[in-house]
């Protein structure tokens, strides 16, 4: 299974941002998506989570700003971020965890797209 994010770039502190990342592949069902970020210097972190029923997790430095939905029709995962902050600077990476149509077990990340807010 393979994911690929888009929608990363350069935005003024205040702005908006949109991030995708389809799933494609051997899919039999996708449970839980969500997005991660990693900023230079610093490990992975959580950003948001949201389950096949829709239930949605956030960190608390992004609750309020973002807002994480999918689309299951086509195996999509969107972050919409507002309110940018120079701290949300990082590659923001995609997660799916799910079945395989041949009935194993998956979990794949996405290539990673950058995100930049100057201030």
């Known amino acids: 299974v393979q994911l690929q994010a888009s929608g990363g770039g350069l935005v003024l502190a205040g702005g908006s941002l949109r991030l995708s990342c389809a799933a494609s592949?051997?899919?039999?069902?996708?449970?839980?998506m969500g997005w991660y970020r990693q900023a230079p210097g610093l490990e992975r972190e959580l950003v948001a989570t949201?389950?096949?029923?829709?239930?949605?997790n956030y960190a608390d430095s992004v609750k309020g700003r973002f807002t994480i939905s999918r689309d299951s029709a086509k195996n999509t995962v969107y972050l919409q971020m507002n309110a940018l902050k120079a701290e949300d600077t990082a590659v923001y990476y995609c997660?799916?965890?799910?079945?395989?149509?041949?009935?194993?077990?998956?979990?794949?990340w996405g290539q990673g797209t950058l995100v930049t807010v100057s201030s």
């Open positions: 997660n799916a965890e799910g079945m395989t149509t041949g009935w194993a077990p998956f979990g794949s």
């Open positions: 949201i389950t096949r029923r829709g239930s949605t």
């Open positions: 592949g051997s899919i039999f069902s996708i449970n839980d």
